[in-house]
């Protein structure tokens, strides 16, 4: 499940660095929960929190059936 989540994550991070950020796989756990660490300017931002759960969490969830959750390390 590790590789399907850096794929995913290959694909969303584009996005994330034209805003000056970026995001770093922490985590996979073997129940499906995935341990993100937002960087640059995504780390400090105050939309952080939406980008993570609305954004990189819908995606993995769709593209990763087996992830559960994703949270901020």
Same mark, same amino acid.
């Given at each position: 499940? *590790?590789?399907?989540? +850096? @794929? #995913?994550?290959?694909?969303?991070?584009? !996005?994330? !660095?034209?805003?000056?950020?970026? #995001?770093? +796989?922490?985590?996979? =756990?073997?129940?499906? /929960? /995935?341990?993100?660490?937002? %960087?640059? @300017? &995504?780390?400090? &931002?105050?939309? =952080?929190?939406? %980008? +993570?759960?609305?954004?990189? $969490? *819908?995606?993995? *969830?769709?593209? #990763?059936? $087996?992830?559960?959750? #994703?949270?901020? !390390?």
């Amino acid at each position: 499940m *590790k590789e399907k989540v +850096l @794929a #995913v994550l290959q694909k969303i991070r584009p !996005q994330l !660095q034209m805003d000056g950020g970026d #995001v770093e +796989l922490v985590e996979v =756990s073997k129940d499906g /929960v /995935v341990k993100l660490r937002l %960087t640059g @300017a &995504c780390g400090h &931002c105050p939309m =952080s929190q939406m %980008t +993570l759960k609305n954004g990189i $969490e *819908k995606i993995l *969830k769709q593209e #990763v059936p $087996e992830v559960k959750e #994703v949270i901020p !390390q």
